[in-house]
């Protein structure tokens, strides 16, 4: 009874990977049953290559997905933890964004070869992530800045304010 919570997350991390996979599954058979079976004559070496960097970027994700909910063990056999929970943002919620957006691609690259610019999303956001992190890390300190007075006066008024130590009595 003491690990309901961990055998719960479990069983839904074991769900949600099985619907991921017959997700990529679903998505892979209607593009090659589509564009190689019925559109054989247009299908050359370069929708070849974007098939395969489909499936890796399928392949990449799902498995670091995988290795992110899966459950851990102690010696005995006995459930320590269910794994990490999928539902969390993070990196956990850009790697299904991955996936999402590789299906979309490579469904929507059927219709029309274009729809492979659409890749670019992933390492524009990743750049704009990047981007403000490095911004926090690069110009947080301006120590030569002036302040106006306004925001002096309640710098001042917080530093003057006595602060009081709660201490525990017996």
């Given at each position: 009874?003491?690990?309901?919570?961990?055998?719960?997350?479990?069983?839904?991390?074991?769900?949600?990977?099985?619907?991921?996979?017959?997700?990529?599954i679903?998505?892979?058979?209607?593009?090659?049953?589509?564009?190689?079976?019925?559109?054989?004559?247009?299908?050359?070496?370069?929708?070849?290559?974007?098939?395969?960097?489909?499936?890796?970027?399928?392949?990449?994700?799902?498995?670091?997905?995988?290795?992110?909910?899966?459950?851990?063990?102690?010696?005995?056999?006995?459930?320590?933890?269910?794994?990490?929970?999928?539902?969390?943002?993070?990196?956990?919620?850009?790697?299904?964004?991955?996936?999402y957006?590789?299906?979309?691609?490579?469904?929507?690259?059927?219709?029309?070869?274009?729809?492979?610019?659409l890749?670019?999303?992933?390492?524009a956001?990743?750049?704009?992530?990047?981007?403000?992190?490095?911004?926090?890390?690069?110009?947080?300190?301006?120590?030569?800045?002036?302040?106006?007075?306004?925001?002096?006066?309640?710098?001042?008024?917080?530093?003057?304010r006595?602060?009081?130590?709660?201490?525990?009595?017996?």
């Amino acid at each position: 009874m003491a690990n309901q919570g961990a055998k719960k997350r479990r069983e839904e991390n074991n769900r949600h990977m099985r619907n991921l996979f017959y997700l990529i599954i679903v998505c892979n058979a209607v593009y090659l049953l589509v564009r190689a079976g019925i559109f054989h004559s247009s299908f050359k070496w370069k929708q070849w290559v974007s098939y395969m960097l489909t499936a890796i970027c399928y392949i990449i994700p799902y498995l670091q997905i995988a290795l992110i909910a899966k459950p851990s063990y102690d010696e005995n056999g006995e459930l320590l933890d269910g794994g990490f929970d999928l539902s969390t943002g993070g990196v956990c919620g850009y790697l299904h964004d991955i996936i999402y957006i590789t299906c979309f691609v490579q469904l929507a690259s059927i219709i029309s070869e274009k729809f492979w610019y659409l890749y670019l999303v992933i390492p524009a956001f990743g750049t704009y992530k990047l981007f403000g992190i490095l911004k926090g890390f690069l110009w947080q300190g301006t120590e030569g800045a002036e302040e106006d007075e306004k925001t002096q006066k309640k710098r001042e008024k917080r530093a003057s304010r006595a602060k009081y130590v709660r201490t525990r009595t017996r």
